[in-house]
């Protein structure tokens, strides 16, 4: 079956990519990309490694211009927008990198107060009552006062996440969060994925290759190829699963599912 095309913008698309290339210098990673997010759902953007999974993740938050193409938010062209309205635009944006970038000589309360106090004018008490907000949406209260080096895996990760959420954020961006979590913090960290788009209403960009939690959480998604530098399937992950046909795709969806339940067929 041939991979499903994108569908045509409609009021409850909140992101359209048109027609977009992306390269560094004249090394071009991807072009021809083009798909539409839908208002609270979550998009997983997926392929093989060096694909440019993370390319398209870092243009969709305003750190790497397109050489062809559109990007619309709320159907305004992000890159063609003034300075100032593309800002606006970005202050919706929260981001999870997959290193979590936090600051290591801060404590946790600290590193998710700072893009209050940078980017904010919120009185000092306001900031620490969002702080215990954001941390107490993650389950991290207990570790406000925790510096980066002092936590597991699975617990950076969920203060990047209230870090990502300091602002309120309606449009989240995750680059590989589970990557390097045991099976059962990651499951948790998908249910707290879940939670964020079913509680706050949010719309999640997720770059992830664990199936087990594509699966799980994402509602759409594109296929990326590193061969042909275009995308080549477009679709839920479980919808690939069952109806691609693509060598490639089908190779990454089926081996990776198989594997995880103990399957051999
Ligand atoms: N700043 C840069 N300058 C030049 N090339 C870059 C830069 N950043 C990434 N690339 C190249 O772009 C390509 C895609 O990288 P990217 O990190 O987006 O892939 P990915 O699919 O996210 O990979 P992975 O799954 O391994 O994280 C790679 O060939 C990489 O070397």
Known sequence: ???????????????????????????????????????????????????????????????????????????????????????????????????????????VGENVALPMQMLTKMDPATVRSQVELKLGLVDMLHAIDQYPSELSGGMKKRAGLARAMALDPDILFFDEPSAGLDPITSARLDDLILNLRDGLGATIVIVSHELPSLFKIADDGIFLDAKTKTPIAHGAPSWLHDHCDEPQVHAFMHRERETESGRTD
């Open 1 to 107: 079956m041939a991979p499903q095309t994108p569908a045509t913008a409609t009021s409850d698309t909140l992101m359209s990519l048109q027609g977009i290339t992306l390269a560094f210098g004249p090394k071009v990673i991807q072009k021809d990309i083009s798909f539409n997010i839908k208002r609270g759902s979550i998009f997983a953007v997926m392929g093989g490694s060096g694909c440019g999974k993370s390319t398209v993740l870092k243009s969709m938050i305003g750190l790497l211009r397109p050489t062809a193409g559109h990007y619309l938010v709320d159907g305004e062209d992000y890159w063609t927008a003034d300075p100032a309205h593309r800002q606006t635009v970005s202050r919706r944006f929260g981001v999870l990198f997959q290193s979590t970038a936090l600051w290591s000589s801060l404590t």
